[in-house]
Nanobody
Framework: QVQLVESGGGLVQAGGSLRLSCDAS????????MGWFRQAPGQERDFVAA????????YYADSVKGRFTISRDNAKNTVYLQMNSLKPEDTAVYYC?????????????WGQGTQVTVSS
């Protein structure tokens, strides 16, 4: 079983920065890709960023490219999302995610989310 716990959200003014953390427990995730998603009120959960198991490759939604940076520390079993130049449209609950393939099924793990609110 995998537990993911996000932290670092909060209220920030437009143009400000926040750093989200996702701490994993129950299993080492150094062999797995990790991602961040977000969900605004009344909207679907959208992809934000992802990183491969070794951190060599990262992927971003067009809306956050150049402003957000995903990184990971496998020694700490932690993934980060550095968010700069925040905009009001970045307001959402941010979720950490990983997907693990077991012998007979694939399981998506999600954290409980952390609220990010950007004021104009």
């Amino acid at each position: 079983q995998v537990q993911l716990v996000e932290s670092g959200g909060g209220l920030v003014q437009a143009g400000g920065s926040l750093r989200l953390s996702c701490d994993a427990s129950g299993r080492t995730l150094s062999n797995y890709g990790m991602g961040w998603f977000r969900q605004a009120p009344g909207q679907e959960r959208d992809f934000v960023a992802a990183i491969t198991w070794n951190g060599d490759n990262t992927y971003y939604a067009d809306s956050v490219k150049g402003r957000f940076t995903i990184s990971r520390d496998n020694a700490k079993n932690t993934v980060y999302l550095q968010m700069n130049s925040l905009k009001p449209e970045d307001t959402a609950v941010y979720y950490c995610n990983t997907q693990i393939d077991y012998a007979s099924r694939t399981v998506n793990y999600w954290g409980q989310g952390t609220q990010v609110t950007v004021s104009s």
